[in-house]
């Protein structure tokens, strides 16, 4: 997978763990050509708390490179980035000898063998991206229809949609239940299934992935996820938080709500579908906003002046908060957001009631609730 980054590089002075490796312990080393880059640095790359951090380098001589070291707790999804071409490989590293083949320019089709978590996660993609096109070409119809108000198709398209979404769902966790053993479906659980499926379903997967990979930091993020679910569990108490206020700039709790049935809600300024779900929430907030209803957003941003910018234009008048910290606000583990359509109910005694709901399960939960009987 390729795409383009700007970041800046934060080097782990020790590299590795071990790249001072015993000699009895398993070592990996990575060779790579890569066609159109004659000369330069290759960075090796991994997240570390939400951030990508560069862990060793290597010059480019005669467009070939080598990397050594040893991975104590197995396979792990690494990055090769290219500050020359702004540009990214991603594959899983793991204690094996891997040959990478790729062109500068098309590094997503990168040939890469010795890495046998690589290719199940590349089977695993083939066969995903069946159901991503045709999730795509729904989505260009659906705004094909929108765009010439052709409103008789919308049902159909969104069914079709639906259809889709749930048969890709159950070759998800069937992917992962089958290949308990494997890396690649560990991480395709962590960084996919888990927001898919429910409380239960999570418990019993991790449990699986606990007894047959329990050094994996995937497994621990596995656990993570499990307990934030656990925390923010319906009937549970919500987490309570103080964040800045972006208009008016000063902090308010989560508990200052109390009294209040309260929509929380996350989002992204930059991005267009959270926009677009802010305007269904103005209409609730227009409708109940004096009946002891408050809607309490948290946007993922590091910018203060656009997430002004967008609330006034948009004219979002609820309760605005953000730590401007982005994606690694902590903010976000605590009630392990994990995609914009993240959101929760509570009650007037900070009870959650319901969370993740759709639209219309909202709006009924909302009209039953204000509606006198």
């Not at 990575?30 to 000369?39: Q, R």
């Amino acid at each position: 997978m390729v795409q383009k980054f700007v970041y800046y590089l934060f080097i782990i002075p020790l590299f590795f763990y071990s790249c001072k490796a015993k000699k009895d312990e398993p070592k990996f080393e990575l060779n790579a050509y890569i066609t159109g880059m004659f000369a330069g640095t290759a960075y090796l790359s991994k997240y570390v708390d939400g951030q990508l951090i560069v862990v060793d380098s290597a010059e480019i001589r005669k467009f070939k490179f080598k990397f050594k070291g040893h991975l104590p707790n197995g396979p792990e999804m690494y990055y090769i980035r290219f500050l020359e071409t702004e540009t990214v490989m991603e594959f899983f590293l793991e204690n094996s000898k891997i040959q990478i083949d790729a062109d500068i320019l098309k590094l997503k089709n990168a040939k890469i063998k010795g890495s046998k978590s690589q290719k199940e996660y590349q089977d695993f993609l083939d066969n995903n991206a069946a159901f991503e096109n045709k999730q795509k070409d729904l989505y260009r119809q659906f705004k094909l229809a929108e765009l010439n108000k052709d409103t008789s198709l919308f049902a159909q398209y969104e069914a079709d949609y639906s259809a889709v979404f749930t048969e890709q769902t159950e070759f998800i966790k069937q992917f992962v239940n089958q290949n308990t053993e494997s890396v690649a479906a560990l991480f395709v659980a962590t960084r996919s299934l888990a927001s898919l499926i429910s409380d239960e379903e999570l418990e019993q997967i991790t449990e699986k992935f606990n007894t047959s990979q329990p050094r994996s930091v995937y497994t621990k993020e596995l656990n993570n996820q499990l307990f934030a679910r656990k925390r923010t569990a319906i009937n549970q108490l919500a987490p309570d938080f103080k964040l800045p206020n972006i208009t008016k700039e000063n902090p308010v709790a989560l508990k200052d709500f109390t009294g209040k049935t309260v929509l929380l809600t996350f989002w992204m300024p930059k991005v267009g579908d959270s926009r677009a779900q802010n305007k269904f929430y103005k209409t609730l907030y227009k409708k109940y906003k004096g009946k002891d209803f408050q809607i309490v957003s948290v946007a993922f941003s590091t910018d203060k002046n656009y997430c002004k910018t967008v609330i006034s234009a948009d004219s979002l008048n609820w309760v605005q908060l953000s730590d401007f910290k982005g994606i690694n606000s902590p903010i976000r583990q605590l009630y392990d957001v994990r995609s914009l359509n993240n959101s929760f109910l509570i009650d007037k005694s900070g009870i959650i009631l319901d969370k993740n709901f759709t639209n219309k399960k909202l709006e009924d939960y909302l009209e039953n609730m204000f509606t006198p009987q």
